[in-house]
């Protein structure tokens, strides 16, 4: 599990925490604080389920990079070569 997450579920926890002691208290500006917090922690938690969906989605090719440092690097250079084959050039 990626650190962002834990970071965010105990963010958001605490910001749900601070908004009921607002709403019990009746203090608008906790109860507001509280929920920025705990947007704030649904946001730093997504973005650790993103960070972990892209290692999940690239740890195959990197595993094959250091396998196969040469063919990754031939990969590599063919595929910049034809993408400047393709968009490099602009017509006169």
Known sequence: MNENIVEGAV???GGNV???VGDI???RELQAE???DAA???AQ???GHLQAAV????APAI???RRQPLAALGIAAAAGAALFAAFGRKPN
Do not use: C, P, V, W
């Not at 290692?55 to 690239?58: H, S």
């Open 55 to 58: 290692e999940d989605t690239l």
């Open 34 to 36: 509280g929920a920025g």
């Open 63 to 65: 595993d094959f990079a």
């Open 18 to 20: 601070k908004k009921a």
């Open 11 to 13: 963010r958001e926890m």
């Open 45 to 47: 938690k997504s973005l």
């Open 25 to 27: 208290a009746e203090d």
């Open 40 to 42: 704030g922690g649904r």
